[in-house]
């Protein structure tokens, strides 16, 4: 389970979560799990993205928009609940379709939103939406640890101040990270062997974090994630066709 497949794709992981902000599960997971069963593949995640959010929740602690939270972490709960039903009951055949579903959509909603991000911030978005893109968000992050891709489209559109926008989806990742927990455990996708396996993994995220951190003001943001998307774009295609083939 731990090799050095796994150790690279998390410290590439760690780059790309402080390069984007977000991206890290949904970069990781189809990457993971073309390597090993796809439920392994999130379970092994789960523990690497909480200690993740652990290690920036205290900068922005407090400093989330409160009426905006109210509204999305119901709405994430109950995705959350929603994914992991689904994940404990799928097969891995169709986990690993849906991993490469996932994938390949949010890296093509990216490009997308890289192009044509003017559409996404002139959007009239009120709280019922984030009510419901919150459920859908909460339900993507138990299935394929890619809930904050959807949360920062809808945050984008609220104009929010900077701090305020990186609290709130800090916040709304970690309480999800949470639940995922306990609710893998629960359902027996997470055990005993994997959480110590995503532990010993974690340093190599936060290595991978640190380096971004390094090199993210000497890289052309563009090209970086267009070649990242088009990578995980890839990798979903991969699991797709691996699944038949």
Not at 107 to 122: D, G, P
Not at 176 to 200: C, P, Q, R, W
Request: glycine share 8%; aromatic share 12%.
């Amino acid at each position: 389970m731990i090799d050095f497949f796994s150790a690279a794709a998390a410290f590439l992981a760690g780059l790309i979560k402080t390069t984007f902000g977000v991206g890290a599960g949904v970069f990781l997971t189809p990457l993971l799990s073309i390597n090993m069963d796809p439920k392994t593949a999130v379970a092994l995640m789960a523990p690497m993205m909480l200690f993740s959010d652990l290690s920036t929740i205290g900068l922005h602690w407090k400093k989330w928009d409160a009426s905006h939270v109210k509204v999305l972490i119901p709405g994430g709960v109950i995705g959350v609940l929603i994914g992991s039903y689904y994940l404990a009951w799928a097969s891995p055949s169709i986990t690993q379709v849906t991993i490469g579903i996932v994938a390949m959509a949010f890296s093509a909603l990216q490009i997308v939103r890289q192009q044509k991000s003017e559409y996404f911030t002139n959007l009239n978005m009120k709280p019922v939406h984030g009510a419901l893109i919150s459920v859908f968000a909460g339900a993507f992050s138990a299935v394929a640890h890619s809930g904050g891709i959807v949360i920062s489209i809808y945050l984008i559109t609220l104009g929010m101040a900077k701090h305020a926008f990186v609290a709130t989806l800090i916040l709304f990742l970690f309480v999800g990270d949470i639940l995922k927990m306990v609710l893998f455990t629960k359902f027996g996708v997470l055990n005993s062997e994997i959480l110590i396996a995503g532990i010993i993994l974690t340093p190599a995220l936060f290595l991978g974090s640190w380096l971004g951190s390094k090199l993210i003001n000497k890289l052309t943001d563009k090209q970086f994630i267009l070649i990242v998307n088009v990578f995980i774009f890839l990798s979903g295609l991969f699991l797709i066709i691996k699944n038949y083939y």
